[in-house]
């Protein structure tokens, strides 16, 4: 069953075409990687699939049906969007971030709710940030911030997850961490898709790959499939060398050196 599909989507920023007659499909239960090289228009696709922005011409559909139909209130019950960089001007604790979370489903003045309190519980157990509940956003390390913003994503209690880059800037720990996360939330049901800029870590957690260049789909399959140095080389213009991981059988890219 398709959870989001992209049919014939195209968008541009004035005359530029960012996304150029693009189809995709996100099944439910699956763990996508969407990676390609900059500006190929991962980060616009994440965002056209979520309903941040409306293409020009196509459709995207939720379930079944258009997001066109669709409010922003009910989209975000259902999808959850987490961006590469979040700032945060107002020094909230960790707590009252996550609880923003809860926005789709509160009504005007009124307070919050026992599920409100319960789904903010899960989140913050979720994104294993229980130790920092109490602590100012502003205190914590990039790689605290963004399980902080997962879990406010987790809060709204989603159907699929999208995150663009959620593991950029952070070091090897923050990243096994929060890839791993990710991992479990899938097996438990949630539906991901990420933009990655690592190919080594979208080859190493996701099931299905699609490759963007242009503002088109360029190939999709398998890690396995798809990694290729052939393929590399065409879309990233570099020589690399591929090995298999020792442990989990999937493609690993390194640069080829003369």
Known sequence: ?????????????????????????LTKGEFLGIIGPNGAGKSTMLRLMCG????????????????????????????????????????????????????????????????????????????????????????LSSGERQRVVIARALAQVPRILLLDEPTSHLDLHHQYSIMESLKKLNAEGLTVAVVHHDLNLASLYCARLVLMHGGRIVASGTPN??????????????????????????????????
């Open 1 to 25: 069953m398709n959870a989001l599909q992209v049919i014939n989507a195209r968008f541009h920023y004035d005359t530029s075409v960012v996304i150029d007659n693009v189809s995709l499909s």
């Open 52 to 139: 941040i922005l409306k293409p020009r011409s196509g459709d995207i559909t939720l379930f079944d049906k258009t997001l066109s139909e669709q409010s922003q209130k009910t989209i975000a019950r259902q999808i959850a969007f987490v961006p590469q960089e979040t700032h945060f001007t107002l020094n909230f604790t960790v707590e009252d971030v996550v609880m923003l979370g809860r926005y789709p489903y509160q009504r005007p003045f009124a307070r919050e709710e026992k599920k409100d309190f319960e789904a903010i519980d899960y989140a913050i157990a979720a994104a294993q940030v229980e130790h920092l509940r109490k602590r100012p956003i502003n205190s």
């Open 225 to 258: 499939k798809l990694i290729n140095e052939e393929t590399l080389n065409q879309v990233y213009g570099a020589k690399v060398r591929i090995v298999q991981h020792p442990d989990r059988g999937v493609p690993q890219i390194f640069l080829h050196t003369e």
